[in-house]
């Protein structure tokens, strides 16, 4: 059993203990799936606020769901369509404040208010896509977005 306390008190140093506990949760593993099981199992526990925490992979040019945290959720999304599907088209990180607000979000669980959605991108390839939503509007700030490129720069290694 791992038991990863991270309680900081501030967002740089949470992230900082996140990203150290990632490194070590997936060093020496090679298998995507046990490594994105534990990384989604890792942020849920550690990041507060979250209803969804997980993982879409890019199955021959679509996205399906990986493993999660969080409600039962919609398997697959093609690119382009929904908050997922804008970062994989784009290859861009998606902050969204207000989902509803968002065109053609996809409403997995109505709880969800914001989202943040982060490409895992290895040599120009998009391997998968990390997606955090939250009942809160407005819930991912700079902060939360420079952390998860950093979650996702060390994933990209371990997919
Ligand atoms: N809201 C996402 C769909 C995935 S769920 O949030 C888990 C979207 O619009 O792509």
Redesign the pocket.
């Known amino acids: 059993m791992y038991d990863f306390k991270i309680a900081a008190a501030d967002k740089t140093t949470l992230y900082h203990d996140l990203a150290s506990a990632l490194e070590g949760l997936v060093a020496g593993e090679p298998d995507p799936v046990a490594n994105t099981a534990n990384a989604a199992a890792l942020i849920w526990e550690t990041l507060p606020d979250l209803n969804?925490a997980g993982f879409y992979r890019n199955v021959g040019g679509e996205l399906v769901v990986g493993p999660f945290q969080g409600r039962p959720?919609?398997i697959r999304?093609k690119f382009g369509e929904?908050?997922?599907?804008a970062a994989a088209a784009t290859l861009q990180v998606q902050r969204i404040d207000d989902?509803h607000a968002f065109a053609g979000?996809?409403?997995?669980?109505a709880a969800?208010n914001s989202?943040l959605?982060v490409p895992i991108v290895r040599d120009g390839q998009l391997l998968a896509v990390l997606?955090l939503?939250s009942p809160k509007t407005a819930r991912f700030t700079d902060e939360d977005e420079a952390g998860c490129l950093k979650l996702a720069e060390i994933l990209a290694k371990a997919l």
């Open positions: 969804w959720a919609c999304i929904g908050v997922c599907g989902v979000h996809i409403a997995c669980d969800s989202e959605v997606d939503d």
